[in-house]
């Protein structure tokens, strides 16, 4: 396989985080307005979601946010202010701590994840033709193989 140029790597490189910043930037216009919560919520309560017993502990939360221990405290410290998560003790270890969705965090969950749908076809969908959307899919994945 043929390496990139460190050329065609940066422009690569800036490509992607423009793409991620417009994208980020359309969805949490519709967002916020819409559902009450900024997209940044939306993602805990959706890695809840998937979560078993919709719960999982802050700095795996954090880690999957890519955000830090003490950021991701901050934002699950907002939503548990706002009824959409509620805080759990680890029964094996005395410092773990779970975030778990809450009733009301479910309702959020299904409001906003409608408007993240039709923002991502509006915002993404209508862009790319499937054939291009799984070329991307499948180098996206490639580039982040823990996912």
Known sequence: MARLTSTKAVELWEGIARAHSSMTAAIEKEMLPKTGI???????????????????RFQDLARIEGITDSGASRRLNQMIKAGLIDRHSCPTDRRGVYAHMTDKGKAAYEKSHAVFLRSLDRNLGALLDPGEAEAVSAALQRLSPES
């Open 38 to 56: 900024p997209l940044g919520w939306y993602e805990v309560l959706a890695h809840l979601r998937r979560a078993p017993n919709t719960m999982l």
